[in-house]
C-alpha cells in the first residue's frame, strides 16, 4: 500500500501497460506512413516509411545526364536525407507526446 504522498505502484504500472500499447501502435502506424522528400526542384523524390526505411526513388528522365553523373548522385543522397527529415518530423509528432507521457510517470530514465 502506497504511503501519503508516494504513487500507488499498481495504477503506475496500469499507466506504463496504456503508455505501451500507444507506443506500440503509434510505431506501427509510422511503420506504414509513406513519407516524401525531394530534389532538383522535384527532379529526384524519394519516398520512405514513417520509420525512416527508404520505399523508392523516382528520377525525372530530365535529370540523367551521362556526361554528369556525379550530379544525379548528389540528387538522390538529398532527396533521401530530405524524405528522412520529413519522416523524423513525423516522428516526433507522433512519438513526442508519448515519450512525454512515460516521463510523468515517474519512472526512472524516461
Known sequence: MAGPGQPDMQQLMKQAQKMQ???????????????EGSAGGGLVTATVTGS??????KIKPEAVDPDDVESLEDLVVAA????ASNAQELQQ???????????????PGM
Open 21 to 35: 500499447q500507444q507506443l506500440m501502435e503509434a510505431q506501427s502506424k509510422l511503420a506504414e506512413t509513406e513519407v
Open 80 to 83: 533521401i536525407r530530405d524524405a
Open 93 to 107: 509528432t507522433t512519438m513526442g507526446p508519448l515519450a512525454g507521457g512515460l516521463g510523468g510517470l515517474g519512472l
Open 52 to 57: 525512416g526505411d527508404v520505399l523508392r526513388i
